[in-house]
C-alpha cells in the first residue's frame, strides 16, 4: 500500500520523485506530494492521481537535490491534501514519507500534543515526525530518527530528511518495504524497485529492523540500535518495458495477454517433455535433512492467490495423499490453529508483501512448519522469509487485479506437487509401494503443461477480438453491462475459478457478484435467480471425474428452469450444457486440475470489458491497492 521514493544527488530532485511516483501509482492513488530540501524544506500535495500532482508543480516549483515523495492509499484520515504526505514535525525542519500503520500513534499523540507539538493531520504518520523532533538534538539526525522508531508499534518503511543535517536521507524497515537504488555519485529510495529502474538496477534491500543513512557519496547500513549491517548489492534483472503497457490500453489486458508468456517463463527448465523429473532447486537442495517426511500441508494467501490456493490443496491432497487445507492468511493467523508436526506451510502471494500472509507465514513457521512460498516479486518479503519456494518469474503485474500471477500460481502447484511427488516416494513411501504419481500420470501431466502457454493462446485469439470488438466476450459484456448482479458457479478445481471470476468482476466493474458452489447452489442462493440473472457456469468436462460434469449438467438445469441466463465456459465441442447456454464460451481440453487456467482467462477478460464499458478505470479501480501491507 502506498508508494515512497527520495532522491539524493546532483540532479534536481523533483522530476525523479514525480517519475518514480508515476511507476509506483498502483500502490495507492488518493493523493501524493513531494518534499525537497533547498532554504527548509519545500513541500507541494495535491488529492488525487499523480497527474494532479504534477500539474500543481507546474505553477509550484520545488527546488533541491534532495528530496521525498509518496502516492498514498489512505489507512488514517481521509484522502486529503492535509493528510498526505510527506508530514512534518511542529517547526517544519522534519519531513517524512510513510507505508504503513502505527497502531500506537493515539496515545503518542497525546503524549506529544501534552509536550505542545501541533498536529495537522488525522494520520498515524504524522506522530513519527514529532516524535523525531522530540529526540533530535541539532545532530545526529539518524539517533533521533532510531529513538523516535522505538517508541512505534506496528509497522513502517519510511524516509527522512531533514533541514538541519540536509545532505541525508534516512530510511528504515520494519513489516513494509524499502530498498535502496546505487549509482555513481546518486542514490534512489523507493518502496519497490520498479520506481528506480530507469536510473539503476543496482539494489540494497533492507531487511526489517534495520536503516540506513544515505548521502549523494554513499550510504550506511544498519540495525535500528545503531549496529552496522554489511549488505548485498544485488542486481535487477528485469526491463522497464516488462513494465509498460506495451500498446494495450490497460496494463489489465496486457497481462492478460501475458499470460502464455509468463506461464513459458516458469515451466522454462523446470520440466522436459517426455521426462517425469521436475528441476525445482527449492526441492532438489531445498529439504534439509530434517524435514524427513511431510503429513500435512498448509497453504496460506489471501485474494485472488487464495483462489489459485484452493486449486492447488484440491490437486495436493488427491495426488500427495496427506491432509491439505488452503486457509484464508487473515483468518488462520488470528485464530489459534494447529499445526501437525511434520506439517508443511505453502504461501502464496503475487507481492510477497501482503500483511496477512506475511503473517500466516510466520505463525506456521512459529507452530514448526517447514515453509515455502509460491511468490512472484523476488527478494519481496515472503520471499525471503520462507525456507524455500517457487518464483513465478511472471514479470511485474501492475494492473490491481491480479490475472497473471494467478495462473502462474496455478502452474506452479503443479509443478510443486509433481515434485513433492518425488520427494515423499522417497522419504515416506506408501504403504503398497505404489509410486503416488505414476511415470504415465506424471508425463502427462509434463505434456499437458507444456502446451498449455499454447491453448491460452486459443483461448485470447477465440474469445476476444482485439481489433473488431465482437468476440464473444465483448457481446457477453455489451449486453449485460447494466446488469446489477451475476452469479458465478463451478464444481471441484472449478469452484475457485467461480470465486475468482466473480472476485474479478466485483474488484473492477463494482457489480455484486457471487462465485459459488454449483452443488451448494440449491442450499440458498438458487432463490436469486429469476430471468434477470446471469449466471456464469464453468462447466469443461472432467475426464478424470466424468460424473462430475453431470452434476453441473443438473445444476444448469436448475438454473434455466428458473429463467437464468446462462453463460457457459465449456470445453471445445461440448454439446450438453451449451444446449442450454444462452453464451457459449468454449476452451480447449485439458488436465482437470490445469482447466482453472483456461477457464479463468475468458472471465478475467469479461471483467475487463464490462469495467471499461462502464467508464471505470481497470487498472486503478476504486478502494484497492496492488499490495495490502496493511492487516
Ligand atoms: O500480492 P498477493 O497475491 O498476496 O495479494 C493478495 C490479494 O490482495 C490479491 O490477490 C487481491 O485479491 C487482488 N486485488 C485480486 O485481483
Redesign the pocket.
Known amino acids: 500500500m502506498c508508494g515512497i521514493v527520495g532522491y539524493i544527488g546532483s540532479r534536481e530532485a523533483t522530476p525523479v520523485l514525480l517519475d518514480g511516483l508515476k511507476r509506483l501509482e498502483y500502490r495507492g492513488y488518493d493523493s501524493a506530494g513531494i518534499a525537497t530540501v533547498s532554504d527548509g524544506i519545500n513541500i507541494i500535495k495535491a488529492v488525487g492521481r499523480i497527474a494532479a500532482l504534477e500539474k500543481k508543480l507546474l505553477d509550484n516549483s520545488l527546488f533541491g537535490t534532495v528530496g521525498i515523495a509518496h502516492t498514498r492509499w489512505a489507512t488514517h484520515g481521509e484522502p486529503s491534501e492535509v493528510n498526505a504526505h510527506p508530514h512534518t514535525d511542529s517547526e517544519g525542519n522534519i519531513a517524512i514519507a510513510h507505508n504503513g500503520i502505527i497502531e500506537n500513534y493515539r496515545s503518542l499523540k497525546q503524549l506529544l500534543q501534552k509536550e505542545g507539538h501541533t498536529f495537522r493531520s488525522a494520520t498515524d504518520t504524522e506522530v513519527i515526525a514529532h516524535l523525531i523532533e522530540r529526540y533530535y538534538e541539532g545532530r545526529d539526525f539518524e539517533i533521533a530518527v532510531q529513538k523516535a522508531l522505538a517508541q512505534l508499534e506496528g509497522t513502517y518503511g519510511l524516509v527522512a530528511i531533514c533541514t538541519k543535517e540536509p545532505k541525508k536521507l534516512v530510511v528504515a524497515r520494519n513489516g513494509s518495504p524499502i530498498v535502496i537504488g546505487v549509482a555513481q555519485g546518486e542514490f534512489f529510495v523507493a518502496s519497490d524497485a520498479a520506481a528506480l529502474l530507469p536510473y539503476t538496477r543496482n539494489v540494497v534491500y533492507l531487511e526489517d529492523g534495520e536503516m540506513a543513512v544515505v548521502t549523494k557519496d554513499g550510504y550506511r547500513t544498519m540495525t535500528l540500535d545503531n549496529k552496522d549491517v554489511k549488505k548485498e548489492v544485488e542486481k535487477i534483472t528485469w526491463d522497464l518495458e516488462m513494465i509498460e503497457k506495451g500498446g494495450f490500453p490497460h496494463f489489465m489486458l496486457k497481462e492478460i495477454y501475458e499470460q502464455p508468456q509468463s506461464i513459458r517463463n516458469l515451466l522454462g527448465g523446470k520440466i522436459k517433455k517426455n521426462e517425469t523429473d521436475v528441476r525445482m532447486r527449492c526441492l532438489q537442495n531445498g529439504f534439509p535433512e530434517h524435514v524427513s517426511r511431510i503429513d500435512a500441508i498448509k497453504i496460506l ?6 483462489h489459485a490456493g484452493l486449486v492447488g490443496a484440491f490437486l495436493m491432497e488427491k495426488l500427495l495423499k496427506v491432509p491439505v487445507t488452503c486457509e484464508q492468511a487473515s483468518e488462520f493467523r488470528y485464530r489459534q490453529p494447529v499445526m501437525v508436526p511434520n506439517s508443511l506451510a505453502v504461501s ?7 500483511a496477512d ?1 506475511k503473517g500466516a507465514a510466520q505463525l506456521a513457521k512459529k507452530l514448526g512448519a517447514y515453509s515455502m512460498g509460491i511468490v ?1 516479486v523476488v527478494g519481496s518479503t ?1 520471499a525471503r522469509m520462507v525456507d524455500g519456494g517457487v518464483y513465478l518469474h511472471a514479470g511485474p503485474e501492475i494492473g ?4 497473471k ?2 495462473s502462474s500460481q496455478v502452474v506452479a502447484f503443479s509443478l510443486l506437487n509433481l515434485g513433492l511427488s518425488h520427494f515423499m516416494d522417497q522419504r515416506q513411501p506408501l504403504a503398497d509401494g505404489t509410486k503416488r504419481i505414476p511415470d504415465k500420470d506424471a508425463l502427462k501431466i509434463v505434456h499437458e503443461l507444456l502446451s498449455l502457454p499454447e491453448k491460452i493462446e486459443r483461448v485470447l485469439q477465440t474469445v476476444y477480438h482485439k481489433d473488431t470488438g465482437d468476440g464473444i466476450v465483448q457481446q457477453i459484456a455489451r449486453e449485460y453491462k447494466n446488469t446489477n448482479n451475476f452469479l458465478y458457479l463451478g464444481r471441484g478445481y472449478n469452484y475457485p475459478i467461480a470465486l475468482e471470476g466473480a ?2 468482476l466485483k ?1 473492477i466493474s463494482y457489480i455484486h457478484a457471487e462465485g459459488y458452489s454449483a452443488a451448494e447452489m440449491k442450499h440458498g442462493p438458487i432463490a436469486l435467480i429469476d430471468r434477470n440473472m446471469p449466471v456464469v457456469i464453468i462447466a469443461p468436462h472432467d475426464s478424470e471425474e466424468p460424473e462430475s460434469y453431470k452434476k453441473i449438467a443438473s445444476n444448469a438445469e436448475e438454473v434455466r428452469a428458473r429463467g437464468g441466463r446462462i453463460i457457459a465456459v465449456v470445453n471445445e465441442g461440448d454439446d450438453e450444457i451449451s444446449k442450454m447456454a444462452e453464451w457459449v464460451i468454449e476452451v480447449p481440453n485439458t488436465l482437470a486440475h490445469l482447466v482453472p487456467v483456461l477457464a479463468t482467462v475468458p472471465l478475467q477478460l469479461l471483467a475487463y470489458e464490462i469495467a471499461v464499458l462502464r467508464g471505470h478505470d481497470p487498472d486503478k479501480p476504486r478502494n ?1 491497492a ?3 501491507t496493511v492487516e
Open positions: 494467501a489471501c485474494g485472488t492467490s487464495w502464496v502471494s503475487q507481492s510477497g508483501e501482503t500472509t512472484n515472503i490491481v487485479a491480479s490475472t500471477a494467478f472476485l474479478k474488484e484497492l496492488k499490495s495490502v
